[in-house]
C-alpha cells in the first residue's frame, strides 16, 4: 500500500447516524470515545424536518421554520410512515397539515409533490452526511444507520 493510500485509509471515518422522528444527528468513534459530529455553529444534530418552498429545499430548523407559514409543503413525523400503507396510518391523518395519499406501489406520498417517506429520509441523510464532512474534513464514504423501531 502506497504512502498516499495508507494516509486516505487512515482518515477514513465510518459515522453511525440516528435517523429520528423528531431529531436526527451523527456521531463517530474518536479520540475520547464516542462523538457527536458538531463544530462550532455547525451540527449535525438537527430536526427531522423538510420543507419544499418552490424550487428551494429546507431541511432541519429552516424547514421548522416554515412550518406555520407553509404547512402543506413542510413534512415531519415522516419516518413513522416508511414501509406502510394508508390503511395503516388512518388515526394520524387528521393530526396532520400535509396531505398523504397511496402512492402507485402501495405505499404513501405526501404533499402535492408526492414526495415518499423514503425520499424525504434521503433528504435528511444527505444533509447530515453533507454537515459531517464540513465538520470532519474528509469525505464520508461509510455510515451505519439505525433502523425505525417499528419498522414493517
Excluded at 470515545?33 to 430548523?61: C, K, Q
Excluded at 390503511?87 to 402512492?103: A, F, M, R, T, W
Aim: proline share 4%.
Amino acid at each position: 500500500m502506497s504512502a498516499t493510500e495508507q494516509e486516505t485509509t487512515a482518515k477514513e471515518i465510518v459515522i453511525g447516524i440516528d435517523l429520528g422522528t423528531t431529531n436526527s444527528m451523527a456521531a463517530y468513534v474518536g479520540e475520547r470515545g464516542l462523538e457527536v459530529v458538531e463544530s462550532g455553529e455547525t451540527t449535525t444534530a438537527i430536526p427531522s424536518v423538510v420543507g419544499l418552498n418552490g424550487e428551494d429545499i429546507l431541511i432541519g430548523a429552516d424547514a421548522l421554520n416554515q412550518r406555520l407559514t407553509n404547512p402543506n409543503n413542510t413534512f415531519y413525523s415522516f419516518k413513522r410512515f416508511m414501509g406502510r400503507g394508508l390503511e395503516d396510518i388512518q388515526d394520524d391523518l387528521s393530526h396532520l397539515p400535509y396531505s398523504v395519499q397511496k402512492g402507485s406501489q402501495d405505499n404513501l406520498t405526501l404533499g402535492p409533490d408526492h414526495k415518499t417517506p423514503e425520499e424525504l429520509s434521503a433528504i435528511v441523510l444527505n444533509e447530515i452526511k453533507a454537515r459531517a464532512e464540513q465538520v470532519l474534513g474528509v469525505e464520508v464514504k461509510k455510515a451505519v444507520i439505525t433502523v425505525p423501531a417499528y419498522f414493517d
